[in-house]
Each structure stands twice: as structure tokens, then as C-alpha cells.
Nanobody, 125 residues
Framework: QVQLVESGGGSVQPGGSLRLTCAAS????????IGWFRQAPGKEREGVSC???????YYADSVKGRFTISGDNAANTIYLQMNSLKPEDTAVYYC???????????????????WGQGTQVTVSS
């Protein structure tokens, strides 16, 4: 059974940092592109960052220079290091497989990709 389990969310003040973790099971992470989406209340889902096994990464313009995605294939886990957090980063962050290019990240739907349960990130003073 495929599972993506996110952790590491929480509440932090502006300028703070968090590291999100996504532990994958039921499939080999190295065979898929994977990354992070986020969704804030009343807003559309946004692709934040993704990574492929050939080293290609993508970052949304809103997080470039502040967020870093990485993976540990041995642990079947990916991470999202989030620094210099802003209130507009507040959202539920989801780990998901998808199509990852240097300029974009797509979720292809439940028949082709997998989606985690999400972890809440709140940035507030």
C-alpha cells in the first residue's frame, strides 16, 4: 500500500524556519519525481517545489532562495527546509508525486500520482 506521510509542520514567527519531512512507503522514491504543494484557505493549490532522480529541481518564484528540497533515497524520504518564513507561507503543505520540470510541477491526478495527508504550517507573530 502506497503511503506518503508528512511531518514537521507547526507554528513559527516570521523569519523563522521549519523542516518538513515526507516519508514514502509502498514504492521506491527514486523511481518518481516528488515534491510539495501547498494550499491556503480560499486560495488555489500551489506547487512549491519538486525534485527528480536526475537532480532537476523546481521552486515556485515565491519561495526561491528561501526553501530547499532534498531527498534521501536510502530512507525513502524527502525534506523541505523552509527558512525566512513569511505569513504568506501559511498553508497546509502536501507531499505528492507528479511531473517535475525545472519550470513547473504538476499533479497528474489520483490515478497516476499519490498525495499525502498534509501538515499545517502557520507563520504568525
Amino acid at each position: 500500500q502506497v503511503q506518503l506521510v508528512e511531518s514537521g509542520g507547526g507554528s513559527v514567527q516570521p523569519g523563522g524556519s521549519l523542516r518538513l519531512t515526507c516519508a514514502a512507503s509502498g514504492f521506491t522514491l527514486d523511481d518518481y519525481a516528488i515534491g510539495w504543494f501547498r494550499q491556503a484557505p480560499g486560495k488555489e493549490r500551489e506547487g512549491v517545489s519538486c525534485i527528480r532522480n536526475d537532480g532537476i529541481t523546481y521552486y515556485a518564484d515565491s519561495v526561491k532562495g528561501r526553501f530547499t528540497i532534498s531527498g534521501d533515497n536510502a530512507a525513502n524520504t524527502i525534506y523541505l527546509q523552509m527558512n525566512s518564513l513569511k505569513p504568506e507561507d501559511t498553508a497546509v503543505y502536501y507531499c505528492a508525486t507528479g511531473l517535475c520540470y525545472s519550470g513547473s510541477y504538476y499533479y497528474r491526478g489520483d490515478e497516476l500520482d499519490w498525495w499525502g495527508q498534509g501538515t499545517q504550517v502557520t507563520v504568525s507573530s
